[in-house]
């Protein structure tokens, strides 16, 4: 999922902060469990994952800090913020809504 095309602007960045509102997790982490959650069809290279993740944290909506991983590396991991969990329903909510008039429009049926 390296910014496609096909991908409503935005929609990256409530992905994101969808999976860190469930746990504080690693670039890397982030980047598994959105292959994971999504059945193999979402996939985000570093180039698109981590300009994203620092744009969230600038926003406010993400923290970082330096841990030592599972495997016994430095890594970074994200957590989301109060600031993070209300821009997430935010975007939540106009999602359901473009969804919502997309599929309305798909369903349509010939007059």
């Known amino acids: 999922m390296s910014k496609p095309a096909g991908l409503v602007q935005g929609t990256l960045d409530m992905l994101l902060l969808k999976i860190l509102a469930l746990q504080p997790l690693s670039g890397l982490a982030v980047s598994q469990r959105l ?5 193999d069809v979402l996939r985000v290279s570093d180039g698109s994952l981590y300009p994203a ?6 926003e406010g909506w993400i923290t ?3 841990k030592t ?4 590396r430095r890594a970074k991991y994200y957590s989301l913020t109060r ?3 209300r821009q ?3 975007e939540a909510n106009n999602w ?3 969804a919502g008039a997309i599929s309305r429009v798909v369903e349509l ?3």
């Open 35 to 39: 292959k994971q959650v999504s059945g």
């Open 53 to 58: 993740l620092h744009k969230l944290e600038q």
């Open 64 to 66: 970082a800090e330096w």
């Open 69 to 72: 991983s599972e495997k016994g």
């Open 83 to 85: 600031l993070g969990r």
């Open 88 to 90: 997430l329903e935010r």
């Open 96 to 98: 359901g809504r473009l």
């Open 109 to 111: 049926k010939k007059a």
